[in-house]
């Protein structure tokens, strides 16, 4: 049973466009909620985070939202860059100390 | 500053042979991890552990044992390897920031087990 799932699996986006790629959770007990980006042969690397308790936050072009009721989050990448090409990691995590990770999303960001 | 070091980076192994992955972090993390990577499957727990001395298991922790006997080193150990075990191995180590509310995870760069 998947406790966080991910869309797209796959994701190509024009030079410039926005890329968005979402999570669902089902776990009501999960309170942080982080993207994490990973290039290829290097290990994932925190982008950015929210907390539940905050409907949106910007970090520069990502933008993390956040819908609690619908138990839903999101990425949006703006003006994304080839250099953003990459695979895309939501995850959720609890007092538990682990965090637990959707499937993934592999961007590819056309010149 | 090395951050979290995993040995080794590559291996092959054969049906039924024995191994154990090592994770090393200079962070003085309370909490170490190990998951492991599958194409379409994302990353899913295998174990973790909260301090020394202590572990728990993850999401998919069949096939593997670990051990914490030393704060900086978490090591991951397949008894009897096989083929459904051939994936990309990660270790991570964090802390809980009560501050900042952050879980601070850091990432090694992966083992790339391959089972024949």
């Known amino acids: 049973q998947q406790q966080v799932k991910q869309s797209p699996q796959s994701l190509i986006v024009q030079k410039g466009g926005i890329s968005i790629i979402n999570c669902a959770y089902e776990?009501?007990?999960?309170?942080?909620f982080p993207w994490y980006q990973q290039f290829p042969g290097k290990g994932p690397a925190l982008l950015i985070a929210i907390r539940p308790d905050v409907s949106e936050k910007k970090e520069g072009r990502f933008t993390i939202s956040f819908n609690k009721s619908a138990k839903q989050f999101s990425l949006h990448i703006m003006d994304s860059q080839p250099g953003d090409s990459a695979t895309y990691f939501c995850?959720?995590?609890?007092?538990?100390?682990?965090?637990?990770f959707g499937s993934g999303t592999r961007l590819l960001v056309r010149p | 500053n090395a951050g979290v070091t995993q040995t080794p980076k590559f291996r092959v192994l054969k049906t039924g042979q024995s191994m154990t992955l090592l994770c090393a972090q200079d962070?003085?993390?309370?909490?170490m991890y190990w998951y492991r990577q599958d194409p379409g499957m994302g990353l899913r727990l295998i174990h973790y552990?909260?301090?020394?001395?202590?572990?728990a298991k993850g999401e998919v922790p069949d096939g593997y044992n670990v051990s914490r006997l030393k704060k900086q080193n978490f090591l991951l150990g397949l008894e009897s390897a096989a083929p459904s075990q051939t994936s990309v191995y990660f270790c991570?180590?964090?802390?809980?920031?009560?501050?900042?509310?952050?879980?601070?995870?850091?990432f090694g760069s992966g083992t790339r087990l391959t089972v024949v």
């Open positions: 962070m003085n993390h309370e909490y």
């Open positions: 991570a180590s964090s802390y809980r920031d009560s501050i900042l509310e952050e879980y601070g995870y850091t």
């Open positions: 552990s909260v301090g020394e001395g202590t572990t």
């Open positions: 995850a959720a995590g609890d007092s538990s100390y682990k965090l637990i």
């Open positions: 776990n009501t007990a999960f309170d942080y």
